[in-house]
């Protein structure tokens, strides 16, 4: 191990070992030898990158924990340490605010609406490989970010249902979302298309989806974004194995609000929609399999979006969690 970094354990962890043995998430905290100041912080990212990387890559979750970060601008300070090139936030369905530098907001919907789990931003091309969570104010009650391996989510759903799964590799999925003009933050999808694509102009915001190999029909009042037929499997080839890379659960479960209709909200590839019972049970299995840990304020968790899929938890505020995507 590694001077300034100690591996502890600590509840909700899981265990796993087939070719090796890991916990998931590992979790990281300062070694008592070291201060565990912000700038001894981010000096050992730096120093021990090649340390994290291969944690990372084995475990596919970091949880820092125990070190000295207090505000945005200081969380702002971990993610630049780790020297990740920022993803800007294009194509995404949440309401989220620029708070400082590359730090977001997390999903700004309402405290009682759970966030199903999802690849980050698995509906469009183009998604972070790497995102981070900062708790800035720790929950009153509930508010944890369940995580999941999305391997194992894809291993058991080629088990127990293989001809959906082959009919989901072969054609994809297709993604509809209806958007209004503006944000509606009573919606866990209420990001209206002007902040969708960063613009005011319908000619830009074309192209932007265009870009993206999106769709849109425009209405008066808003607009329509057809995305896919786009993978719902991916490879990944840094671990050499097959993921669960897509919204299904998270879009036929919870994209739901006065202008979206979650069961319209995602089809097969073909066009044909999906069958109900596979996608709860679906969400069954990503319960099963998921592991919640309680945020504590400090903590900052590193998530590699190819590995792992995430969810939020219903709460009691005060709440604050924070983000930042990385490419």
């Known amino acids: 191990m590694s001077s300034s970094f100690k591996e502890i354990q600590i509840q909700h962890q899981k265990h796993y070992s087939n070719i ?62 780790f020297g990740f090139e920022e993803l800007p936030y294009v194509g995404g369905a949440a309401p989220r605010t620029n708070v400082v530098g590359r730090v977001f907001t997390a999903n700004e919907s309402p405290p009682d609406q759970k966030i199903p789990f999802h690849h980050e931003m698995a509906q469009v091309p183009e998604f972070p490989s790497k995102l981070f969570f900062f708790c800035e104010v720790e929950p009153g009650s509930g508010g944890e970010t369940p995580i999941v391996l999305s391997h194992v989510v894809y291993e058991r759903m080629k088990e127990r249902y293989p001809d959906f799964v082959e009919k989901i590799e072969e054609h994809g999925l297709i993604y509809t979302r209806v958007l209004g003009e503006e ?18 102009d319908k000619s830009v915001a074309e192209q932007r989806a265009a870009k993206l190999g999106m769709t849109l029909e425009w209405f008066e009042d808003g607009v329509k974004t057809i995305m896919g037929p786009i993978p719902a499997i991916k490879y990944d080839k840094s671990r050499n194995r097959k993921i669960w890379f897509n919204s299904m659960v998270a879009a036929y479960t919870g994209w739901k609000d006065a202008r979206n209709d979650p069961v319209k909200a995602v089809t097969f590839g073909d066009g044909q929609p999906l069958p109900g019972d596979i996608i709860h049970d679906c969400l069954k299995i990503l319960e099963e399999e998921s592991l919640a840990i309680p945020w504590q304020k400090g903590d900052v968790l ?25 490419k």
């Open 302 to 326: 590193l998530l590699d979006n190819w590995a792992v899929l995430h969810a939020r938890r219903s709460f009691n505020p005060p709440r604050r969690v924070l983000a930042s995507l990385c």
């Open 183 to 200: 944000d509606d933050p009573s919606s866990p999808i209420g990001r209206g298309w002007k902040s969708t694509f960063l613009t005011n």
């Open 20 to 81: 090796t043995s890991f916990l998931f998430p590992s979790v990281l905290s300062p070694n008592s030898f070291s201060s565990s100041t912000l700038s001894v912080f981010t000096d050992s990212i730096r120093a021990q990158k090649p340390f994290l990387d291969s944690l990372l890559l084995k475990t596919g979750a970091i949880l820092f924990r125990g070190f000295d970060v207090n505000t945005a601008k200081d969380f702002n300070d971990v993610v630049e340490a």
